[in-house]
């Protein structure tokens, strides 16, 4: 059995005014992970909800899509710098990436 890690990354579908992101700026973060890891699966069409607690105690809430790589590697370094440049690219305080080893069976 192959042991991978597998990366989830938690991307809104609108922006803090609400406005939905074209289309675009998903198309290429699945080419540029595709270019990197040779892979990408991205659940475009079935949004789910997010909700968390700000600082303040309100709660706020949001349609996020799930985007996975599956990893023979996990760059620490990497992944975090890329994750910084989607908080740019999406205007937003953090985006969460997530990792959890996997095993192909």
Do not use: C, S
């Not at 042991?3 to 973060?29: C, H, I, M, S, W």
């Not at 706020?60 to 590697?73: G, I, P, T």
């Not at 305080?93 to 959890?100: D, G, K, P, T």
Request: net charge negative.
């Amino acid at each position: 059995m192959q042991k991978q890690t597998l990366v989830q990354l938690f991307l809104p579908l609108r922006d803090n005014e609400g406005v939905p992101y074209p289309r675009q700026l998903f198309d290429e973060l699945r080419a540029e992970l595709t270019d990197v890891h040779g892979g990408v699966t991205a659940y475009l069409h079935a949004p789910a909800a997010g909700a968390w607690e700000d600082d303040d105690g309100a709660v706020q809430r949001d349609q996020v899509v799930l985007v996975e790589v599956m990893a023979d590697h996990l760059d620490h370094a990497w992944w975090a710098r890329y994750r910084g440049e989607l908080e740019q690219r999406f205007g937003q305080e953090e985006i969460l990436v997530r990792a959890f080893p996997v095993e192909r069976v």
